[in-house]
């Protein structure tokens, strides 16, 4: 492995997004060795016996040791206690990075525990599925999906333009902008349609004349394929919604205003601002599929 980006790299959490770099690095060669750590002895055993890691460590301070790269792989709301107990056992010069779709929050919580010498540069790869754990993971993951970095102000550029070279490797398209910008983004385009996916599967089985055994069985594609997400991580959403509360709250208000007006329409029978709408947002989701397509 001549080639590889990094020496060592360390995995802290060996669960989708963890065991899927894993997967990623070693089918592009991306590092010589990787060590990984996660609380649970099942997972850290199943990780070594499926292959992803070279070497796992009960204390993530023996994982991250002379780490040229450290992937935090956690819920956003324990970041900054990683970090702060790595601290101490971080090599000179190497990177720390994350993959928690809140930025801002987690940007607070971590960097002030960073040491001089060492570069911290947030991620956020916008991809996932509904599983967890160590067994559902895959090499394929990341490809062509979006990884967002939110480099600090004071960072080192050369440490950016190196995770924009790792996450490229390990398959995805690279955008840097701001961690405040990014939490928008975030709360749009996953944080939302994961509360409604959440919200709509507790009201269905909350209506009392309708039975979940016909929830289940009468469910057409578009309620399936939409609560899919809602059979993702709690722990990881509970903190994402915590810890991103503003840019949602926000961005839920002008949900609750679009929703009212959908719903005033109803009412009223108003057809022509029903199809309006309707074709408004058709034309959207058909413009995002024409760019996906041009990739």
Same mark, same amino acid.
């Given at each position: 492995?001549?080639?590889?980006?990094?020496?060592?790299?360390?995995?802290?959490?060996?669960?989708?997004?963890?065991?899927?770099?894993?997967?990623?690095?070693?089918?592009?060669?991306?590092?010589?060795?990787?060590?990984?750590?996660?609380?649970?002895?099942?997972?850290?055993?199943?990780?070594?016996?499926?292959?992803?890691?070279?070497?796992?460590?009960?204390?993530?301070?023996?994982?991250?040791?002379?780490?040229?790269?450290?992937?935090?792989?956690?819920?956003?709301?324990?970041?900054?206690?990683?970090?702060?107990?790595?601290?101490?056992?971080?090599?000179? +010069? $190497?990177? %720390?990075?994350?993959?928690?779709?809140?930025?801002?929050? &987690? #940007? =607070? /919580?971590?960097?002030? !525990?960073? @040491?001089?010498?060492?570069?911290?540069?947030?991620?956020?790869?916008?991809?996932?599925?509904?599983?967890?754990?160590?067994?559902?993971?895959?090499?394929?993951?990341?490809?062509?999906?979006?990884?967002?970095?939110?480099?600090?102000?004071?960072?080192?550029?050369?440490?950016?333009?190196?995770?924009?070279?790792?996450?490229?490797?390990? +398959? $995805?398209? %690279?955008?840097?902008?701001?961690?405040?910008?990014?939490? &928008? #983004? =975030? /709360?749009?385009?996953? !944080?939302? @349609?994961?509360?409604?996916?959440?919200?709509?599967?507790?009201?269905?089985?909350?209506?009392?004349?309708?039975?979940?055994?016909?929830?289940?069985?009468?469910?057409?594609?578009?309620?399936?394929?939409?609560?899919?997400?809602?059979?993702?991580?709690?722990?990881?959403?509970?903190?994402?919604?915590?810890?991103?509360?503003?840019?949602?709250?926000?961005?839920?208000?002008?949900?609750?205003?679009?929703?009212?007006?959908?719903?005033? /329409?109803?009412?009223?029978?108003?057809?022509?601002?029903?199809?309006?709408?309707?074709?408004?947002?058709?034309?959207?989701?058909?413009?995002?599929?024409?760019?996906?397509?041009?990739?």
């Amino acid at each position: 492995m001549a080639d590889a980006l990094f020496e060592k790299v360390a995995l802290i959490g060996l669960g989708l997004i963890g065991s899927s770099l894993g997967h990623a690095m070693k089918r592009a060669n991306i590092a010589r060795h990787i060590t990984g750590h996660a609380r649970s002895k099942q997972t850290r055993q199943t990780a070594l016996e499926i292959g992803f890691v070279d070497a796992v460590f009960e204390n993530m301070t023996d994982a991250v040791s002379d780490a040229d790269l450290v992937i935090l792989c956690v819920p956003v709301g324990i970041c900054g206690s990683i970090c702060e107990q790595i601290s101490p056992h971080l090599k000179q +010069g $190497a990177i %720390v990075t994350d993959v928690g779709s809140v930025k801002v929050a &987690v #940007v =607070a /919580a971590c960097a002030r !525990h960073i @040491p001089s010498g060492v570069h911290f540069v947030p991620g956020h790869p916008m991809a996932g599925t509904e599983f967890s754990g160590p067994t559902s993971g895959f090499a394929e993951l990341f490809d062509n999906r979006w990884c967002l970095l939110t480099p600090l102000l004071d960072g080192d550029p050369q440490a950016t333009k190196k995770m924009t070279e790792y996450w490229q490797a390990c +398959g $995805a398209n %690279v955008e840097t902008m701001t961690a405040q910008h990014h939490d &928008v #983004v =975030a /709360a749009i385009t996953s !944080h939302l @349609p994961h509360l409604i996916a959440f919200n709509i599967v507790g009201t269905a089985d909350d209506l009392e004349d309708v039975a979940e055994r016909e929830i289940i069985k009468y469910a057409a594609g578009g309620f399936r394929d939409f609560t899919r997400i809602a059979a993702s991580d709690p722990t990881m959403w509970r903190d994402v919604f915590i810890h991103n509360k503003e840019a949602v709250l926000e961005v839920l208000g002008r949900f609750n205003e679009d929703l009212a007006s959908l719903a005033k /329409a109803i009412k009223e029978e108003d057809g022509y601002k029903l199809y309006e709408q309707f074709e408004r947002t058709r034309h959207i989701r058909q413009n995002i599929l024409d760019d996906e397509r041009k990739k």
